[in-house]
């Protein structure tokens, strides 16, 4: 299994548009061939502070699912939310 964690900081103004959008994305990367678990939290010490958990069966699971649109388009998008770049950490569980 890859975990993989996007730590994503958002500008306080943009959260509720950030939060809308990636609504979407979760719903249908769940629906992704290999996807075990795709869930966004946000941290308790900043309300700007969210960390995507992905859990995925191998690494053409996650190739496959980086050409989502959904996936593409939020990429595009993502300058406009972040107030810095986001911090992705990815390992492997075997």
Sequence with gaps: MIIVNAR?????????QFLKEIEG?????????????????ESINSQQEFVMIENWESQE?????????LLVAF???????????????????K
């Design 25 to 41: 994305l979760i719903s249908a990367s769940k629906k992704d061939e290999g996807c075990l678990e795709y869930s966004l939290y």
């Design 61 to 69: 699971a996650i190739e496959k699912h980086n050409t989502n649109p």
């Design 75 to 93: 990429a595009k998008n993502l300058s406009t939310y972040s107030s810095k770049k986001p911090a992705i950490q990815i390992g492997e569980v």
């Design 8 to 16: 994503f900081y958002i500008k306080e103004d943009k959260k509720s």
